[in-house]
Nanobody, 121 residues
Framework: QVRLVESGGGLVQAGGSLSVSCAAS????????MAWYRQAPGKERELVAL???????RYVDSVKGRFTISRDNTKKTLSLQMNELKPEDTAVYRC???????????????WGKGTLVTVSS
């Protein structure tokens, strides 16, 4: 079992910056890929950024060059630095973690409850 808790959301003006974090606890030795998803009101959930256990990253086109995903495997945290924020970035941001496909880890997917980011125009 892995527990994920996000923090750092809030209200920011367009053009500003904000960082959100996700703290993992429990069977963190099983952690593999981790990602940030977001869901805006009335819209479907979308993958914002992903980082593998080896540090490779992938971003949705709309945030490339503005957002940076990172992870600290020692502190068991996942972060998303968001710069040049736009009103369309307003959403609930949720952390997701996948675990290794081993008997112990079971190849599970875990989600945090999310943190709200609001960008005012």
């Amino acid at each position: 079992q892995v527990r994920l808790v996000e923090s750092g959301g809030g209200l920011v003006q367009a053009g500003g910056s904000l960082s959100v974090s996700c703290a993992a606890s429990g069977d963190t030795i099983c952690l593999r890929d981790m990602a940030w998803y977001r869901q805006a009101p009335g819209k479907e959930r979308e993958l914002v950024a992903l980082i593998t256990s080896g540090g490779s990253t992938r971003y949705v086109d709309s945030v490339k060059g503005r957002f940076t995903i990172s992870r600290d495997n020692t502190k068991k945290t996942l972060s998303l630095q968001m710069n040049e924020l736009k009103p369309e970035d307003t959403a609930v941001y949720r952390c997701k973690a996948e675990t290794s496909l081993t008997r112990r880890c079971g190849g599970q997917h875990y989600w945090g409850k999310g943190t709200l980011v609001t960008v005012s125009s």
